[in-house]
């Protein structure tokens, strides 16, 4: 049986709750540092409610190697698109071992989906926002449907269109949090030193940001590290961080 659609007037009460919610902790606690803001949201604000998504891409291992520290039992949610660099799924299992992370959540596309959009695989070659759709968003949206919560990499630095990244922000009904929001590259570099952080092996060949094998690129010098990304298209984002996501959470599937 299909489920009773929520009232539209509950929907935006719930996201008006949520998106008080995320500038009171943004207020609060966005100025910690990153470990004690991972520990707070953890132990404290969403026990047992919460997870991270990790990409293990190109700056992954320090938000992992924190969470580590924090509670290894935390869930991990990773995209595997199918579309995947073989050094991107290599990393994540190197990281996972290095960590001792015990609870790595893999969340695929959906087949019938991706018959039905995407039969041929060919899909990123004209129509990437698309693509990235069934391959992307719509999975996290059910791999971070049964959380309050969760964490993300993400920082000011990387982009201009992350300029104003808040610590805390509203997401439909629930909270994401970006820990590193307010690092920089810098800060980024010297704690993957501090610690012997393993590098994801793209890295060394210019990739500074590092998604599907087909739509990444190496980073050019002098541009932004999210430059390589669907080089040639009017795209910046994949649509996970975008308002597609808060669609797909606020459905009243999940």
């Not at 994540?92 to 596309?109: E, M, Q, S, W, Y």
């Not at 759709?133 to 993300?152: C, D, H, M, S, Y």
């Amino acid at each position: 049986m299909l489920a009773k659609p929520r009232p539209l007037d509950h929907i935006v009460d719930v996201e008006d709750g949520a998106a008080a919610k995320a500038a009171g902790f943004d207020a609060l606690y966005g100025h910690l540092s990153p470990i004690e803001i991972i520990e707070r949201s953890a132990n404290e604000l969403f026990h047992d409610e919460i997870a991270a998504v990790s990409s293990f891409g190109a700056d992954s291992a320090v938000l992992l190697h924190m969470i580590a520290k924090i509670d290894r039992t935390l869930p991990v949610v990773f995209l595997d698109t199918g579309k995947h660099f073989e050094e991107t799924l290599g990393y994540r299992d190197a990281l996972v071992a290095d960590f001792g992370l015990t609870n790595i959540r893999v969340i695929k596309p959906d087949e019938a989906a991706l018959e039905r959009i995407d039969p041929t695989g060919n899909l990123h070659q004209n129509n990437t926002d698309a693509c990235c759709n069934v391959r992307k968003v719509e999975p996290l949206a059910r791999g971070i449907a049964p959380f309050r919560a969760w964490f993300t990499g993400r920082k000011r630095f990387q982009a201009s269109t992350r300029a104003a990244l808040p610590v805390f922000e509203a997401v439909g009904p629930r909270i994401r949090i970006n820990p590193l929001a307010r690092w920089t590259t810098s800060d980024q570099a010297g704690y993957m030193r501090a610690h012997a952080l393993r590098e994801n092996p793209l890295v060394a060949y210019g990739y500074l940001s590092i998604g599907c094998f087909p739509c990444t690129q190496p980073v050019q010098p002098g541009e932004d590290a999210r430059s390589g990304r669907w080089a040639g298209h009017a795209k910046t984002e994949c649509g996970i961080h975008l308002s597609g996501l808060e669609v797909s959470l606020t459905d009243a599937s999940l």
